[in-house]
């Protein structure tokens, strides 16, 4: 069997990268270790909303172009583009319009707003805040939703599906890559894409590349559903949250340093961390006390060493493409990733500059 | 610890304290309204109890518990059981983690939920539902009911609908007489059964469906026990002793009759085989999914539950998929082939019951012993961020790596000039990522 591209790892890059070769008519295999979304792609918190700071910056402005494009083209995944408040609170070192300023600078919309406007777009918020900043192209969606729909739309356009499939070798030849063996059969293409989060490095390992990503397990809840109190992203001291279309407030937060995150390829979830994503968020929203969490559950992201994405089309092997590292706000940007890829793929270059996400800049800074 | 105050957590409570351990009981009842609204843990299916306490004979029990050396805490539900023997508990305002040494789960039964047309209209529960009522509030505020099952269970419900003033109109065995549909507008008013060909509309405004009984495995699946197959149900894996994979984990009382499950899963499977299950009955009643996009869910996922579910939202409800899973399963069953094992399915994540915020938030904070290089790089990051010349977001950033490093130092007892190189060198590292990049 051969393809035009082989996507190893179904998460948000490796899926939109799929999805859209698949629209220009390429033939894709998609392979997964278990289901495309099981993963942190269908465990995160729905945020469409970058990080700004260095390398994370010219991918944040597109996710915010991407989505709401992206979104329609998939059909109802619940996305909402209300904005969204970062809330500074009493004991912040810094203030509302230094981070608004910090924003802006970077090309992202940002306003300083005070307390009580704060209070407005989210009555259950506490009294003693700073204020915050509204961003308000910032959007949520239901990221189950978007696995789902790019999954189904993607073996629509005729995208073969191999889940619960481990890949067992990647074949290289003369420098170039040839091909990949699983068990579920195998494929011969002369683009292989490994976009396998956490698992990036023991699947590129296979085609002889060294790719080193630190795996962080991150904690969340989901209460029951409360009547609608806004359609807009809410964070601040230290947790980040949402509400459903259907009312569930999603909350997230990083646990304390007694509970480490470690290098953990669980999805256990840890009383410490509850705890702490209930503390704060008692006292960012004190209205919500009365509200009962359902479930918590934990996915596992991944960061490079420098904390920046790694994408990169190799020129040893050839054909080789490597994106991992998205780290915490890696369902928003991982979509541009994809379809950076898919552009890759098809027409050997992407308008989006990958020099400062090549993987070669771990090597150098080693020599 | 011992989670449960029936006959075999009892047991169990009292024979630890007469081995000198220093021991601890949980019961939950009696169990809070917020609980029987939600479904949780028993299929109560609209029932409203007038009042609810904690039956006479158990207080008893329990009084004589506490005077043979048991702590007792009534009224009071475990929400974990973490690994290492830490358990969550809750008592309605607040929560709190008690370590033990030893962890019995007394936990029993709950209901298992049949979808015949018309199930989710009140009036409608299950077996632990009933015999929880009749025997805490006194009372099913049912005037007329059916008992859908025939074995021991269903004689059991029918007894005590009838010791609190229930008549028992008509008991379905489920299989060969069949309820073939609940009808009503808010609460179930009539029953279309069928017996030998014959159909009959029965007046009634309770139906009690008394098949089986699933064990309460919640906390045994979150502290990530061994679980057994059997059938559509699932137990947990232990030895004679009860001992489950955990070694300081065990499992006694019913929770523990893995035969039980068996035969309720039997029982199960034979009445789910007896419902012509139309798409348009619901599925999942907590997330309203009906059969038929549960179906077509599966369809796509090609017989995994877990997608299934993400696809639907089944079994993400407030009753945890105590009411929906072991259908879906046979969804599943039915149509795939699948090995010995059983059909996969989600475990059980905390909390075990729905706990306000509020009340998760109670748990002391751990203090972080501060080291003053620590403060000091702090301190210029801030002011560095003040003048624009770092990104304010990495302060966040640092103080959360500042937290695990300090901590860490705390333990090993480093040196000040430890404490003072790592604080640099994490400054450098934050100030050098804010930029990388630009």
């Known amino acids: ?367 | 610890m011992v989670v449960g105050g029936g006959r075999a957590g009892q047991d169990a409570a009292r024979a630890a304290a007469e081995r000198g351990a220093s021991t601890l009981l949980l019961d939950e009842d009696p169990i809070a309204p917020a609980l029987v609204g939600r479904n949780v843990p028993y299929w109560f299916g609209g029932l409203r109890p007038p009042r609810s306490r904690v039956a006479d004979a158990r207080l008893d029990d329990l009084a004589a518990l506490a005077d043979a050396g048991v702590d007792v805490l009534a009224g009071t539900s475990a929400w974990a059981v973490f690994a290492d023997g830490t358990v969550g508990l809750f008592d309605g305002a607040r929560t709190w983690l008690v370590r033990a040494g030893e962890v019995v789960l007394a936990t029993g039964t709950v209901d298992l939920a049949l979808p015949l047309p018309g199930w989710t209209l009140g009036g409608v529960f299950g077996a632990c539902a009933a015999l929880a009522m009749a025997e805490r509030a006194g009372t099913l505020g049912v005037e007329r009911l059916v008992v859908v099952g025939d074995g021991a269970l269903a004689r059991r419900v029918g007894d005590a609908a009838q010791s609190v003033g229930t008549e028992v109109v008509a008991t379905v065995d489920g299989v060969r007489e069949r309820v073939l549909e609940m009808r009503g507008a808010a609460r179930v008013s009539s029953v279309i059964a069928t017996s030998g060909g014959q159909r009959s509309e029965i007046v009634a405004d309770g139906v009690c469906v008394a098949i089986g009984r699933q064990p309460a495995t919640e906390l045994a699946e979150i502290a990530g026990c061994a679980l057994v197959s059997h059938g559509l149900l699932r137990g947990v894996r232990h030895d004679e002793r009860g001992t489950t994979s955990r070694a300081n984990i065990r499992v006694v009382g019913a929770l523990a009759d893995n035969d039980a499950t068996a035969a309720s899963a039997r029982a199960f499977d034979a009445a789910l085989g007896a419902i012509d299950l139309a798409d348009g009955t619901t599925a999942c009643a907590c997330e309203e999914v009906s059969a038929g996009r549960l179906r077509d869910a599966i369809r796509v996922s090609d017989g995994d539950l877990d997608e299934a579910k993400r696809r639907t939202r089944v079994g993400m409800g407030p009753c945890q998929g105590r009411r929906c899973l072991p259908v879906a399963m046979s969804l599943i069953a039915h149509a795939y082939v699948r090995p010995s094992e059983g059909v996969a399915r989600p475990r059980f994540r905390p909390p075990a019951r729905p706990v306000p915020i509020s009340a998760l938030a109670t748990e002391e904070d751990v203090a972080i012993p501060r080291s003053a290089p620590f403060a000091h790089a702090e301190e210029r990051l801030i002011a560095d961020a003040h003048a624009d010349r770092v990104s304010p977001f990495a302060i966040a950033r640092f103080d959360r790596r500042a937290e695990e490093l300090q901590l860490r130092l705390a333990t090993t007892g480093a040196s000040e000039a430890e404490a003072e190189q790592l604080a640099r060198a994490l400054e450098s590292e934050i100030r050098a990522a804010a930029t990388r990049g630009e």
């Open chain 1, 1 to 367: 069997m051969d393809a035009d591209a082989i996507v190893i790892g179904g998460g948000i890059v490796g899926l939109t990268t799929t999805f859209q070769l698949a629209r220009s008519g390429r033939r894709v295999v998609l392979v997964d270790r278990a289901r495309p979304g099981a993963e942190a792609s269908g465990r995160n918190g729905g945020h469409i909303s970058p990080g700004v700071d260095g390398g994370w910056a010219e991918l944040g402005r597109r996710a915010l172009v991407l989505w709401p494009t992206l979104a329609a083209e998939l059909g109802d995944v619940e996305f909402r583009r209300a904005g969204g408040l970062y809330v500074v609170m009493a004991n912040d070192a810094v203030e509302p319009h230094e981070l608004a300023s910090h924003r802006r600078a970077r090309g992202f919309l940002a306003e300083a707003v005070d307390a009580e406007r704060c209070r407005s777009l989210l009555p259950p918020l506490a009294h003693d805040i700073k204020g915050g900043v509204l961003s308000s192209d910032r959007a949520q969606v239901n990221p189950q939703a978007v696995m789902a729909r790019m999954t189904d739309a993607a073996r629509d356009m005729g995208v073969t599906v191999w889940h619960s499939t481990t890949v067992t070798a990647i074949e290289v030849q003369h420098d170039e890559v040839r091909g990949v063996r699983t068990t579920s059969g195998s494929v011969s293409s002369g683009a292989v894409l490994v976009s396998a989060g956490p698992w990036t490095g023991e699947v590129a390992q296979l085609a002889g590349v060294d790719v080193h990503v630190r795996a962080q397990r991150i904690q969340m809840f989901v209460t029951e559903a409360v009547p609608r109190f806004t359609d807009m992203l809410w964070a601040g001291n230290g947790l980040y949250g949402r509400q459903a279309v259907t009312g569930q407030l999603h909350v997230g937060a990083e646990g304390p340093a007694w509970d480490p995150p470690a290098e953990r390829f669980d999805h256990e979830v840890t009383a410490p961390t509850l705890q702490r994503i209930a503390r704060r968020l008692s006292a960012l929203m004190p209205g919500l006390a009365d509200v009962c969490v359902l479930r918590a559950w934990a996915g596992i992201i991944n960061h490079s060493a420098d904390g920046f994405p790694i994408i990169d089309a190799l020129a040893r092997p050839r054909g080789l493409i490597v994106a991992a590292g998205m780290g915490g706000n890696g369902f928003g940007v991982g979509a541009v990733v994809g379809c950076a890829i898919a552009e890759l793929v098809e027409r050997g270059t992407t308008d989006l500059d990958l020099a400062p996400y090549r993987l070669a800049r771990f090597a150098s800074e080693n020599d």
